[in-house]
């Protein structure tokens, strides 16, 4: 089953504005959550993480919001720039995951000028 | 700082033949390093955690005698697709986890095999 699901499979912005990703997870033990950015034919890059025990993570234009009761995790990235478009993928852990990580099946940002 | 490489970048190989494919973390140690394959259009699909020192753990519908992985040091691993068959034509990614307290892992550029 998808214990992390990320619901839109693409998003398109313009230039300068914000992007919103939006992550769900089904699976309570998840403590430790990740942003990965992954152009194609390449690996995924590490962007930005937020442990459980806070709701707002920020390194420069990426900020990531947890909502601990909603299960939901949301990044924003602020001003989107054209070298974002990337497909997204948000990622969990928890002490039940082995150090594992449960991959949603992104989102496919265009960042259009 | 927490690069991780691969090598090779593409392979292209004979069916039934053997394929070896490095992942190394080369600023930082890593007890652990994953083994994923991507199809296109789809997520990341974990294929066996290698732990130095230890055997792989393989996940559920992965044969471990078709994929065999070897993690001989803290900065090393490899994965070996064995009697490569064209169904196996796939793109290839290892990540690595630092030594310590943390879950984040860090990816190398990945591998494509193709197979004739």
């Known amino acids: 089953d998808q214990q992390v699901k990320q619901n839109s499979p693409s998003l398109s912005v313009q230039e300068g504005r914000i992007s919103i990703l939006n992550c769900d997870y089904t699976n309570s033990m998840f403590d430790y959550f990740l942003w990965y950015k992954k152009y194609p034919a390449e690996g995924p890059t590490f962007l930005i993480s937020?442990?459980?025990?806070?709701d707002k993570n920020e390194d420069g234009r990426f900020t990531v919001f947890l909502n601990k009761s909603a299960k939901h995790l949301s990044l924003h990235i602020v001003p989107s720039q054209p070298g974002d478009s990337a497909v997204y993928f948000c990622?969990?852990?928890?002490?039940?995951?082995?150090?594992?990580?449960?991959f949603g099946a992104g989102t496919q940002v265009v960042v259009t000028p | 700082g927490a690069v991780v490489s691969q090598h090779p970048s593409w392979v292209i190989c004979k069916s039934g033949t053997s394929v070896k494919i490095e992942c190394r973390s080369l600023d930082f140690q890593a007890t652990t390093m994953f083994w994923y394959r991507q199809f296109p259009k789809q997520s990341l699909m974990l294929m066996a955690t290698?732990?130095?020192?230890?055997?792989?753990?393989?996940e559920q519908g992965v044969e471990k005698d078709k994929f065999l992985i070897n993690h001989a040091s803290l900065t090393l691993s490899t994965l070996t697709v064995t009697s490569a068959h064209p169904e196996d034509s796939s793109f290839y990614i290892c990540s690595a986890r630092p030594s310590g307290f943390t879950d984040t892992q860090y990816f190398g550029p990945g591998t494509r095999l193709t197979v004739l």
């Open positions: 990622a969990a852990s928890g002490a039940d995951s082995w150090g594992k990580l449960q």
């Open positions: 937020i442990s459980s025990i806070k």
């Open positions: 290698s732990n130095e020192g230890s055997k792989a753990t393989y």
